[in-house]
């Protein structure tokens, strides 16, 4: 890609993510985003638009992360139902997933380096130049990874474009379905197949909250020593 066109791109892009975060902060997004109540209170507000703002701000929370997917998931699925605020949340995560990684392969380090920390970068980069579609189905999985700075990362390997759709299109739906339905507190299950999931569901985020470091720098450890292994 020209310079020129590159320059054109990342411009458009500075101006929609500006332009983006400049509404939602008008808009009190981020006053509301403390509870669950106050979110569903502040997308119902959008009506008749309510679905087309939700879409919106799902949208955004990939291309302006931080912006926590999976409560606006929750917040959705309690004013929507589960699944449409489901289908919602993972097309509007997924083409925001894929639009990152277009953008950082068209637009290469300069534009990572604009939403990605140095840090975050050194972190992850070699595993995923080694082992990018492992590494990336167990991420988008697992809740302790930062699914959408893993998928700006992405773009800058040799990963290809249908290929990491695919890994998208296979991992990133389950943890929206999980949060969409808490919120909308049914998936069309009997209570007594539910409150196992649900307790599995709790189960799993506290030991990610508690013991998400240590689970990632083992899995990061055991893939760089796979990679070491395979090099001798």
């Not at 310079?3 to 902060?25: D, N, P, T």
């Not at 139902?81 to 925001?96: Q, S």
Request: net charge positive; hydrophobic share 55%.
């Amino acid at each position: 890609m020209k310079h020129r066109q590159k320059l054109l791109i990342l411009a458009a892009l500075l101006l929609l993510l500006a332009g983006g975060g400049w509404f939602l902060y008008a808009s009190g997004f981020f006053r509301a985003a403390g509870s669950l109540d106050s979110l569903r209170a502040y997308i119902a507000d959008f009506a008749p638009y309510s679905h087309l703002l939700f879409f919106l701000v799902q949208f955004l929370s990939v291309v302006l992360a931080p912006i926590p997917s999976n409560i606006t998931a929750a917040a959705g699925g309690l004013l929507f139902g589960t699944w449409p605020a489901f289908l919602l949340t993972f097309g509007a995560v997924a083409a925001g997933s894929l639009l990152v990684f277009w953008l950082a392969r068209a637009l290469g380090r300069d534009f990572a380096d604009r939403l990605v920390s140095r840090k975050l970068s050194e972190k992850y980069q070699d595993v995923l130049r080694a082992k990018a579609p492992i590494f990336l189905i167990l991420a988008f999985l697992f809740p302790f990874f930062p699914d959408d700075m893993l998928c700006i990362l992405a773009g800058l390997t040799d990963l290809s474009f249908r290929r990491f759709a695919l890994i998208v299109l296979l991992t990133r739906p389950w943890g929206l379905l999980f949060a969409s339905a808490l919120g909308g507190s049914t998936l069309g299950l009997p209570p007594w197949v539910m409150a196992p999931i649900a307790l599995a569901g709790a189960a799993l985020f506290l030991l990610g909250m508690k013991y998400g470091d240590k689970m990632e720098e083992m899995l990061l450890r055991r893939l760089k020593g796979r990679k070491t292994g395979e090099t001798e």
